[in-house]
């Protein structure tokens, strides 16, 4: 009986059924497909996705094996992963910055976690494989040092600062710059200047994300980042409280009249459990889910209370390291993936 001769095009005729679930294009249009070998019945081949943090990548993995397996002859299939993250198509030319995409994580009021989820989110993007920055945009109340575990001043080359690197982060914060306890009573051109000289007096490096942590508010400084860099999409912070929802909505509002998309909401300590399974809803319930369906925007995590993200942040070790397979721990890691899957869609459409 005569063997049937399995051709790299043949199995690229397969990949074509095979759809990104979240782009909805199939594998070989989104060029997505690399370095195909075929030895015999053995087939190997790479599917390149569009962040490291894919949220689906099991899903592609699985339909991509299954539709190469039905090509007559075919015994058996090897899938390799890689990763490259799409520019966001948005001009960054004036602040000199090779950073593919800008995410800005802000909250109407204070006291809701945002800069705990800026942090971990940072974190689950590198521990994903990605090239990470992080800026702490808080002027006022830089918290990220802290949280990072990182003191002192960073190193400098020439005129421009070298951000210190933590669990594959570069950090950058005026916390780095200015004594411990010493107020920050800046105006608004101080403000500017200084987003400014954090944006291009820095050696940021080649990024696939830099996580901007804003102070909360809508106020100067979320209007000189926005001034100064091409931001690719904001998260919103908030409890499920009714008056953190007011402010959050005011947050939402803002970048809406900065052309800014808002990728989605992350409702903070939602709840509370037990030792014995009981849910305390201590800020109430339901909000973020209220205030994601008020603007049409996806809810993209809720995050309960948990006594270890408040030690993580006290101790510079953040939660999606200290217990990873925490609920708080993986809500984050699971609101980075769809974080960065929105920004590939978004990254698609531009090109496309």
């Not at 339909?63 to 890689?82: C, H, Q, R, W």
């Not at 001043?153 to 200015?178: C, H, N």
């Not at 912070?237 to 800014?260: C, H, W, Y």
């Amino acid at each position: 009986m005569k063997h049937q001769i399995v051709t790299t095009d043949a199995v690229l005729s397969a990949l074509r059924n095979v759809q990104e679930p979240e782009l909805h294009k199939d594998l070989v249009s989104l060029n997505m497909v690399k370095d195909i070998r075929v030895d015999g019945g053995n087939i190997q081949f790479t599917i390149v996705l569009t962040t490291p943090a894919c949220p689906l990548k099991h899903q592609i993995e699985s339909e991509a094996k299954a539709a190469v397996l039905s090509i007559p002859g075919v015994s058996t299939v090897n899938v390799n992963f890689d990763a490259n993250v799409r520019n966001d198509g948005k001009q960054r030319e004036l602040m000199r910055l090779p950073v593919k995409n800008v995410i800005a994580i802000a909250s109407g009021k204070g006291g809701v976690g945002k800069s705990t989820i800026a942090t971990n989110l940072a974190v689950s993007l590198s521990k994903s494989g990605a090239a990470v920055g992080l800026l702490d945009a808080d002027i006022y109340g830089p918290n990220i040092p802290t949280m990072m575990g990182v003191t002192g001043l960073p190193a400098q080359s020439g005129e421009k600062f070298i951000p210190p690197e933590v669990y594959g982060v570069r950090i950058m914060s005026i916390g780095f710059l200015v004594k411990p306890g010493q107020p920050l009573i800046w105006r608004g051109p101080m403000l500017h200047s200084a987003i400014k000289q954090f944006l291009s007096d820095v050696e940021w490096g080649e990024l696939d994300y830099l996580v901007v942590d804003l102070p909360p508010g809508t106020g100067d400084v979320s209007l000189s980042l926005a001034q100064s860099i091409a931001i690719s999409g904001a998260v919103i912070v908030t409890l499920p409280q009714a008056v953190s929802l007011e402010d959050a909505a005011r947050g939402i509002e803002m970048f809406k009249t900065l052309n800014v998309p808002v990728v989605g909401v992350i409702e903070n300590m939602s709840y509370l459990e037990l030792p014995d399974g009981t849910r305390v809803d201590v800020f109430g319930s339901g909000g973020g889910q209220k205030l994601a369906a008020r603007y049409e925007v996806p809810l993209i995590a809720s995050i309960p209370m948990d006594p270890d993200v408040r030690i993580g942040g006290d101790t510079g070790e953040p939660i999606v390291l200290r217990k990873p397979d925490s609920a708080a721990s993986k809500g984050i890691q699971k609101a980075a993936g769809q974080i960065a899957a929105a920004l590939s869609l978004q990254a698609i459409s531009v090109i496309s």
